[in-house]
């Protein structure tokens, strides 16, 4: 028997098993028979099924359990003509139905039913027949089916005596047709969860909303037909459709949609003249012979493999964005190619770079190419809403993302499922990072029974329920495009956000079928550059960009190597500030490396050492073999790139470019597949045959693996390096531009405000507090003698909204607030946000005290506004605020302080008990024993780390880096992960101008003050 009723978790809190176990548990079941996957309104899981069934040679038949207006009925397709229907009709019940649900009328089934097998149960168990069932049977004739449903239900002797009744008047075949939910019975538990998930209750009360037994799950072939022994001809049924459904994905055929062109040019004439003229206004001086021919070679490979759609789409979206004043920039593999160079989608010149275009494009792969193009990201909405109208809502839809349980989530549902108390939960989920599985010790932390059976069902079901889909969400910035209606591939659907529609494939599943995907990215580095470049050029006159800002420039790369890098793109975190000072960047290549080396492929390959010896001199350069030089001398014999592995294996071991890019996925893969080892033999052969010792070719091929999964192209860190550089310049050179840039483009990067602030104001820049007579929403520079300094923004206070701002803006401007009263009365602000502007002292300007002023505010509960009301009560004299407490009210009201830092208050006492600050612990010696007290800013536990936790501290000199080993961790656990203001014993580690602090204890300091303060740290790990 057949099993034509599966559902997968891609219901979304239905079913309790992977697609890609149906395949394998019924592999191993069937001996190679088939079965169907039909989740609820959608086809979301059906390439991840297919992948793994093409791995096994395994068939499976797709269709979808379909919402109707009344209840619910199964189709499968048929043929491809079949498939494509079905995608039409799920889109037509998405789209007129709000986010994560559908309704498909009974009308539209009956007029788009091409190929579909129809398989109804719910009509036909009812008392009395619907009339809609004889106008299926006479649209559907004989793929027109009775869904025979056994689970060893009470009711299910009438419901099966009024289908068989019904079937027989309509004279339409029985189908056993059981009902599947998981793949394995040991699943039943978890389903049982999903369901109280899905219908917010708590298991002890879910009574009717289980299923009563664990018979919804496959089993052997032979327990079905048992099941249905009475009914051969309902078994029989299920072969019959098997037999019919010959659709498989692999028929897809996907057309990149073609473009408007002029003079009625092909679109690969078009594509080679603007990348001619590209070409000339590149290379002024004139194309270099080495460049032509790369040119004309990638326009060759484009034209065979039929692809100039998808770059004249790219240069036409640049373009949009050009005319717009919009800052964007391609990254990724696209800037190994010079057509791209040359349609100024890219700003890296491949040729220059010497870059590999088979990274990014190769004939023996065919697949499609991915070009990341980042878009600034306050404005890439319009760019989004842009493709839509010029391709049209049919042609174009943005890919999915699937929102999966990790360890956070999974605890808050699973737990609330449980009957946990919620309390409990949040402090568990709170302890916990993003990847990490929850211990017996957060168990106890959170005050619940480590032994009680609640308890254990929580930890195993939080694990069993890990990478399961939540729901579904919507890429970043990945578009799918198509010449034909992108529903005739895939469903399309609504998504939360208004004016978007979204696939139901994410990017994997999209990358699996090799459709192409456009990826509008937004990227907040190039928001904060724009910022910065037209304050630069309001406030001084100086007009900047990223083209046209001075290279090389000496005072920046000085900056870089002290690690003064902080809101610099890509070189401010921890470990990055870690590597400057001892890789010491001296031009762009040095950026480019920087970049690319502090990331887990080089690390994990024990590539970064080696280089950085190599560039201080302590070691020679060598190489495996003298005909790897010219791959590997920009990165002294080191390889550090996916670029280099890949001409690596060309040039040492004769591979295709073709088979290069398979080594490079083979070695994507590696750590979870083993497909690595099969390039093994064959590489140490070739690389043999062409005199290369055999312990040189180990040797290089263990480098190879060394980067497993991790490799960075050297096209990407290209890339990057151009904005690091950017960004760089403009914090050497215009600091207060850079700083109020940066702000004024939060949330991004990796630091707080707060941070930034105090970073800012440790290199002379000066602030001035939000003021509801001056600031305007944005941070903005404001005259100060000959200099400037940055006014703070409206934006800053917490729980304002741009309508609050608005607001306080459209009355200021009639006539400036003489009183709080005023305020309120001309203003829509509400009553604890005026508080909140009291308490950070914005009213100041109008000689009021923050004290003042918050005792106003709290006057204006007395009156009715806006009609005239004077208090009896006349004002107490108010005590100032301590320098503490103006920081610390700062911090409540906005979580940064542009008069201080909540440790400046308390430097002379940490002095008298002997402890540094972080200015002072530069100049400690290697291994001196130490303790520091500070703000903890950022944790990191990264999976290169073996367990080690990083913690970046800081107070008002500067950051300290902590390293926090394992066994120091699990002492400390709960301290680590939670407290704000934390004191670290142990010893100094000072080598190549590079200081950490190893943890050896951890403790409170007993400063109740600062304990108090509201500081956010930013957690990665």
């Known amino acids: 028997m057949i099993p034509l009723w599966c559902k997968s978790n891609f219901s979304f809190l239905e079913g309790a098993s992977h697609p890609e176990e149906y395949v394998e548990t019924w592999h191993e079941l069937a001996e190679g028979q088939p079965w169907a996957l039909t989740d609820r309104d959608g086809v979301h899981g059906i390439v991840r099924a297919w992948a793994r069934a093409k791995e096994l040679g395994a068939r499976v038949i797709y269709g979808s359990e379909l919402t109707l207006e009344q209840g619910t009925l199964v189709v499968l397709a048929r043929d491809h003509a079949a498939y494509r229907t079905l995608c039409k009709l799920i889109t037509k019940g998405r789209l007129r139905s709000e986010k994560g649900k559908s309704l498909i009328l009974w009308s539209e089934l009956l007029e788009h039913h091409e190929g579909l097998i129809l398989i109804w149960r719910d009509g036909l168990i009812r008392p009395v027949l619907p009339k809609v069932a004889w106008q299926l049977k006479e649209v559907f004739g004989q793929r027109f089916y009775a869904g025979l449903s056994r689970h060893y239900l009470d009711r299910e002797k009438a419901e099966e005596e009024r289908l068989f009744k019904h079937s027989k008047e309509l004279g339409i075949r029985c189908v056993a047709f059981p009902q599947i939910l998981y793949h394995s019975a040991q699943r039943r538990r978890l389903q049982d969860i999903l369901r109280c998930i899905k219908h917010g209750v708590k298991i002890h009360e879910a009574g009717r909303y289980l299923l009563p037994n664990a018979s919804f799950g496959l089993r052997p072939i032979s327990e079905f037909q048992k099941l249905y022994e009475d009914r051969q001809d309902a078994i029989a049924a299920t072969y019959d459709i098997a037999s019919e459904c010959t659709f498989n994905l692999s028929q897809i055929r996907y057309v990149y949609p073609s473009e408007d062109l002029p003079d009625g040019k092909t679109s690969m004439q078009w594509l080679r003249d603007l990348a001619f003229e590209g070409a000339k206004m590149r290379y002024p001086e004139g194309i270099s012979d080495e460049a032509l021919r790369q040119l004309n070679y990638e326009l060759d490979v484009i034209e065979k493999l039929e692809y100039p759609g998808y770059f004249l789409t790219m240069w036409e979206i640049v373009n949009f964005c050009r005319t717009q004043h919009i800052l964007c920039q391609g990254r990724g593999s696209a800037a190994n190619s010079i057509v791209c160079f040359c349609l100024e989608v890219t700003a890296v010149d491949p040729i220059k770079m010497k870059l590999l275009f088979e990274r990014f494009i190769s004939l023996e792969r065919a697949e499609p190419p991915d070009i990341d193009l980042d878009i600034s990201h306050e404005r890439r909405e319009e760019v989004i809403q842009w493709v839509y109208q010029r391709y049209g809502r049919n042609r174009a839809a943005m890919v999915a993302n699937m929102v999966r349980y990790r360890p956070r989530s999974a605890i808050r549902d699973v737990g609330k499922a449980l009957g946990i108390p919620e309390t409990s939960l949040d402090r568990m989920a709170k302890m916990l990072s993003y990847r990490e599985t929850p211990l017996l010790e957060d168990i106890e932390s959170a005050g619940l029974k480590i032994d009680g059976p609640t308890t254990l069902q929580l930890l195993e079901l939080t694990k069993e329920i890990q990478e399961f889909p939540r729901h579904m969400s919507i890429h970043p910035g990945g578009f799918l495009l198509g010449h034909e209606p992108v529903h005739h591939l895939v469903p399309i659907e609504n998504a939360t956000m208004a004016d978007r529609t979204v696939i139901q494939w994410d990017k994997y599943d999209v990358e699996a079928l090799d459709l192409f995907k456009v990826d509008l990215l937004g990227l907040g580095a190039l928001t904060h550059l724009n910022k910065s470049f037209e304050l630069l050029r309001r406030h001084r006159g100086v007009d900047l960009s990223m083209a046209t800002l001075p290279q090389d420039d000496p005072e920046t790369y000085e900056m870089i190597c002290r690690a003064e890098t902080v809101g610099v793109f890509q070189i401010e975190s921890r470990a990055q500030m870690a590597m400057l000072p001892r890789l010491r960047p001296q031009k762009f290549y040095d950026l480019v490396i920087e970049v690319g080396i502090v990331r887990p492929g080089p690390i994990t390959g024990d590539m970064v050492h080696p280089y950085l010896r190599r560039r201080n001199g302590e070691e020679p350069v060598t190489y495996p073999h003298p005909s790897l030089e010219p791959v590997l001398e920009k990165t002294l014999g080191i390889p550090l790139f996916q670029e280099q592995v890949m001409k690596l294996a060309v040039v040492a071991a004769d591979y295709t470019p073709g088979e290069a890019d398979q080594l490079r996925r083979d070695m994507a893969a590696w750590r979870s597949k083993g497909r690595i080892d099969q390039h093994r033999e064959r590489m140490i052969k070739r690389m043999c045959a062409k005199g290369i010792e055999v312990e040189f070719a180990e040797r290089v091929f263990a480098q190879i693996q060394g980067f497993g999964e991790y490799g960075f192209p050297e096209s990407h860190a290209a890339s990057f390096a151009l904005i ?298």
């Not at 934006?795 to 608005?806: A, H, L, P, W």
């Not at 401007?813 to 308490?839: C, M, Y």
């Not at 709290?858 to 009156?863: R, S, T, V």
């Not at 320098?883 to 006492?909: C, K, L, N, V």
Request: proline share 5%.
């Open 724 to 1021: 690091t550089y950017a960004t760089a310049y403009m914090r050497a050179h215009w600091p207060e531009e850079f700083a109020c840039g940066l702000l004024n483009s939060q949330p991004m990067g990796f630091y707080t405000s707060a941070t930034i602030v105090d970073d800012a104001k440790r290199r002379g820049v000066r602030f001035m507090p939000v003021d509801i007579n001056v600031s305007e929403w944005d941070n903005t520079m404001q005259p100060l003698g000959q200099e400037f300094a940055i006014r703070m923004g409206l934006r800053m206070i917490k729980g304002i909204s741009e309508v609050d701002g608005e607001s306080i803006l459209a009355a200021r401007e009639r006539a400036p607030f003489a009183s709080v009263r005023d305020f309120a009365a001309r203003t829509s602000v509400n009553r604890g946000l005026i508080r909140r502007l009291a308490e950070s002292g914005a009213f100041e300007s109008l000689g009021l005290t923050r004290r003042e002023a918050l005792w106003d505010a709290q006057a204006l509960d007395k009156g009715t506004l806006p009609l005239p009301f004077e208090t009896t009560a006349r004002r107490p004299i108010l005590d100032e605020l301590t320098p503490f407490e103006a920081i610390s009210w700062d911090y409540q009201t906005s979580f940064h302080s542009p008069r201080g830092h909540p440790m400046q208050t308390i430097r002379q006492d940490l002095q008298d008990r002997g402890m540094p600050s972080a200015n002072d612990l530069l100049a400690q010696r290697d291994g001196a024993w130490t303790h520091y007290a500070g703000m903890v800013i950022c944790r990191q536990r990264p999976s290169t780390a073996s367990g080690i936790v990083f913690m970046t501290m800081e107070d008002e000199t500067g950051f300290v880096n902590v390293v926090v080993f394992p066994k120091v961790y699990e002492q400390y656990r709960i301290l680590t992960k939670t407290q704000v203001f934390l004191g670290i014993s142990g010893r100094v580690q000072n080598q190549y101008g590079v200081v950490h602090v190893l943890a050896e204890y951890l403790w409170i300091p007993r400063f109740t003050d600062v304990n108090s303060v509201r500081l956010k740290s930013r957690d990665f790990h």
